[in-house]
């Protein structure tokens, strides 16, 4: 199955993606769940909806054993909040034991066209790690790769590359002929990013959980397959609700407009903000009348999936908002207010983490 | 123009193979070629047929300008006779200033289908580089480099697999849709071999040299065009007659019995040389008065390629054969002594040049 990242917009049918995908609803692993919801609001507010194979995690969880959790950026674009989403479980997975492992993949960035050279691609690369673990990894559970510097990625690629035929990476990622060869062979360094965790040098073979964009399911289905033949643990992987894009459709990293990311200043962040498509009535009178659609407002998902820690004032924000009793307005200064006392305590945290970097990256 | 490098195979034309691959005789060079025929017997004995942009080579000999030469093996097999043709010429460019390159396709072996696994493949390339630099390469003048290991190769083919296509690689390699991807990018790698020398960590933008069978030119035009879209210098070659198998047909790695391999035990040489096909008269009697016919022998083949460095001697040899003065039996015992000599110094050789691996190696 092709699948065109770009066209996973706007309102999606979940349970027709689950079903389209193969993926697991996430609910039939309910009672297991408990410690994940305990530490992180997307488990507990039903945002990760599906998964593969997650049981595996669950059980080195419940047993202590050892286990990874890698989530990959291309430093095409800076993080925005959607981006802040995988860290995010990275995170909840990493208290709960994982180590985590972030490959960056500058060879993505520059071989699909969206850097100059791969120099440029690798130096925003580099940029980035800073910018990621302030988001609150733990500096000694984090190894960070670039993977056209890592030494480990190639190798284990060219490992790959002979269990698979390049048919099945044009089916994959529906490339054809006219495009450039290093798109084909990029197929299966991102398996070899999601597999690297298991090589001899570093953990050996261990259950790895990857949290993704379900518009990625078709390349965990390619690293599991290639898992099986290079007798690696198959690698298992989670789904979340995407968050909107600021106007609608789906939030972009080429979309400027679609997001905050975490270096917009505050005077953009503001204006977004302001700027944001809501659940809100036409009028601020209809608001206090009819009250609004929190379910169908991009602030209130800022409030839901990061500002909003406490489960009990999100449930009042939302009843005010359904009762009349909140307008957009007020809502949106609200929205800004948390979003700036996030992105101040966020930016002093990213200068700390530059010392951090030499820690982190597996060379 | 695809090629199949099987094919090549024994009696070649080379006016034809000059015209068809658009290569350009060496006759023209001619005066220019003075210094490497005085020290190369491979110039000296018309054994270098054809070329590309030799002149940029020759023209930095007489400036004393930097240069480079590059010259690569496939760990797939042990080295024979026909591969140390392609150091000798490296070896001959070095005593002209060249600086030697030599990439070791640990890769390629591999994806090919070679060894059966990269780690094997590895340690053959590992395992190699005693005997390459024991043919006489001057170590503070060569480097050598594992393809999956050396952290420059890599990068430099994500960079040149974006100035070409799928088609290109497919057309150039004969390669189909159920081929491994891993196949494909080395297509580039291959390139990226024989342009790493030009990288600004190593000598920067320098003319290079590739010693290569012809079979092999479509390789270089690919390294030609990308070195253009790279701003690198376009790299030149040389191109020289295959040495024939024992037996006759190609002398190929891959069949034993085609020719002398460098750790062939002096028992096997002799059997080898015993049983080769020479261009011998059907019985001693005739051979006496007909005489025997060495441009179609392959034992003089060694005598001129590699063991007789004295022109004099070699002409004496020709004539002795010519006119029924030399029979088979006698002259194969010569060459067996030869050889012998020439392998038992080289194996000392080997052995002093293990201290030497980590002083070429670049990693």
Redesign the interface.
Known sequence: MAIDVEKVEGEIDYDKVIKEFGVEPIEALKPKLKKLEEISLLYRRGIIFAHRDLNKILDAIEKKENFAVLTGFNPSAPLHFGNKMFIDQAIAFQRLGGKVYIPLSD?ET??F?KSN??EEARERAYSLIPKILALGLDVNKTKVFVS??C?Y???L???L???????T??AIFG???????????Y??VQAAHILLPQIEELEGRVPTVVPIGIDQDPYIRLARDLAEKLNFEKPSSTNHFFMRGLRGGKMSGSKKESAIFLDDSLEIVKEKIMNALTGGAPSREEQRKFGGKPERCVVFEYFKFHLVEDDERLRKIYSECREGKRVCGDCKQECFEMLAKFLESYRERVEKAKDMVGKVLLE
Chains 1, 2 share one sequence.
């Open positions: 060879d520059y071989v066209g050279s791969l056209s510097t030494k990625v190639y190798p690629a060219v490992k590359s002979r269990k698979t035929t390049l048919s990476i044009k490339f054809n002929d006219s495009d450039n060869p290093g798109k084909f062979f197929g299966v």
